[in-house]
């Protein structure tokens, strides 16, 4: 059976404090008059390298090279602190959102700074794992025997881990600890005394170590779509799924129209989720390449997708979509289904930070015996394990487990701003309404309707305005006009072009 589903986009004892990093040497950041990207003519920037110890816990440790870019603030008389930005993952690239920073609000204010987190795309090195990608393609192929997927996914890891273990790699100098000292370093390097962090999903865990350990100078921090420090992902996942999936078919069901036009809409599709969970659905579908018939066996987990795999954008079809599937409409699913023919286009960009970040950080403080129960718990999708990688794969890549720390919420009385979108299954509201028991002065918005990553909405751009607004003002809560006018979704009650 293939699982559709992905979800987006971590050996030695622990230790009651964060072990203290090797402090013998200089930050340095070098300009280069080579840009990663062509830039607008109009917008001022300066690109260059920041070079930092591989691993600040060895003396011995080589240096490597992430890449930075400056952004000159559109202001005439801008604002003396600026923003740095750095995206989630982890294992994503911050680099390519250089190309779009006409659209970003900040510059209207301030100079805005982009970090490449260490181990990705655009970093030098960059620990890319083509083989972990060419395993989940061949684990999504209908022909594929499901129960060979850990023994293809163990060699997969076996195999990156080998390789980048001979390019002279440390994969244990990878990880949340080490990109918080990368920032700190390049406030150092750029004799920046006071600036602002943003932060969206993994890299909002950047921003909790950054307040504890290198508080000098943050004058205040968005925080998108956060992870707690203190939450348990792969445990936790499951239920964050279905609690948010239910909370989008009770507000259809509380919708006159849509309850209307999709009457019991929830309890059908939580019926028929279950249905085909413990007798697969049969799908057929012609495979691009050969012109063949090609055969599916789809369950809950998989096509639990529709929900899953959902932007912001996507939200008001959502019903259309389910109801769709519940009359035997399966067009779009098969849509989806054709597309795993197609081998991966990029060759496992960035995964082999992850797997360092995700078996040193999240993978230590799990229940292994919590992961099997919740991947049995809910009849719905029953079979879906909440981790993001195996007990197996994190053995094999072998990274040396944080402190305990890591594990423990942050306290701060920095400004921070926490964001949210209210169908966020991955970064459940809930997380960041804990986290505020520890952030003195923080403040909480959630976007009714929206999914995860409010800030990169683009066809609203409301997200980013509340957040710039609380750059400007750190100490009130923004409440931009757009912020006000965004209530339920209204849910579309027929397909797209009809």
């Not at 589903?5 to 070098?30: G, H, M, R, W």
């Not at 109009?42 to 952004?71: C, D, H, W």
């Not at 519940?326 to 991966?344: R, Y």
Request: hydrophobic share 35%; charged share 25%; glycine share 4%.
């Amino acid at each position: 059976m293939v699982k559709i589903l992905t979800f987006i986009l971590l050996i030695s004892p622990f230790f009651l404090l964060a072990q203290p990093f090797n402090k013998d040497y200089t930050p340095v950041f070098e300009s280069s008059e080579k840009s990663l990207f062509k830039i607008d003519d109009a917008q001022k920037f300066t690109f260059g390298y920041l070079k930092v110890p591989e691993n600040r816990n060895n003396s011995e440790s080589k240096m490597i090279e992430l890449p930075v870019y400056i952004f000159k603030s559109r202001s005439t008389n801008p604002k003396p602190d600026p923003i740095i930005f750095t995206v989630g993952g982890p294992g994503s690239t911050t680099m390519p959102s250089a190309k779009y920073m006409e659209y970003y609000q900040y510059l209207d204010d301030r100079d805005f700074i982009l970090i490449e987190q260490r181990g990705n795309y655009y970093a030098r090195p960059h620990l890319d794992c083509p083989e972990w990608s060419d395993a989940i393609y061949q684990s999504n192929l209908p022909d594929f025997d499901k129960e060979k997927t850990a023994s293809l996914l163990a060699k997969a890891a076996t195999d990156c881990r080998n390789r980048l273990v001979k390019k002279g790699i440390d994969l244990n100098g990878y990880n949340t600890n080490e990109i918080a000292a990368d920032i700190f370093d390049l406030k150092r390097a750029l004799e920046i005394k006071s600036y602002n962090l943003l932060t969206m999903s993994y890299s909002t865990k950047i921003a909790q170590v950054m307040l504890r350990d290198y508080p000098e100078g943050i004058r205040s921090v968005v925080m998108d779509s956060p992870l707690p420090l203190a939450s348990k992902f792969d445990e936790e996942s499951n239920q964050n799924l279905m609690e948010n999936l239910n909370l989008l078919l009770d507000d259809c069901t509380a919708d006159t129209l849509c309850n209307k036009a999709f009457p019991n809409l929830k309890a059908r599709f939580l019926s028929y989720l279950q249905q085909i969970t413990e007798s697969p659905l049969k799908v057929s579908v012609e495979n691009p390449k050969s012109g063949k018939e090609e055969i599916f066996f789809l369950r809950g987990e998989d096509l639990i997708a529709v929900f899953t795999n959902a932007y912001t954008s996507d939200v008001p079809n959502i019903p259309v979509e389910i109801n769709m599937i519940l009359n035997n409409d399966l067009s779009s699913v098969k849509a989806q289904l054709i597309k795993l023919f197609n081998p991966p286009k990029y060759g496992g960009d960035g995964i082999g930070m992850r797997l360092s970040v995700w078996c040193a950080e999240e993978y230590p403080f799990d229940s292994q015996e919590t992961i099997t129960k919740e991947t049995k718990k809910y009849p719905e999708i029953k079979g879906l394990s909440p981790a993001v990688y195996s007990e197996q794969v994190c053995e094999i890549w072998g990274v040396e487990k944080v402190s305990v720390i890591e594990d423990k919420p942050v306290s701060s009385e920095v400004p921070v701003l926490l964001i949210n979108g209210q169908y966020d299954e991955l970064t459940p509201p809930k997380w960041a309404k804990a986290m505020q028991e520890h952030l003195k002065n923080s403040f909480h918005l959630v976007f009714k309707g929206w999914k995860h990553g409010p800030i990169t909405n683009w066809g609203n751009p409301c997200a980013m305005q509340a957040a710039n607004d609380f750059f400007n003002n750190p100490y009130s809560k923004p409440n931009p006009d757009c912020f006000k006018e965004i209530t339920r979704p209204v849910f579309l009650t027929k397909e797209k072009g009809h």
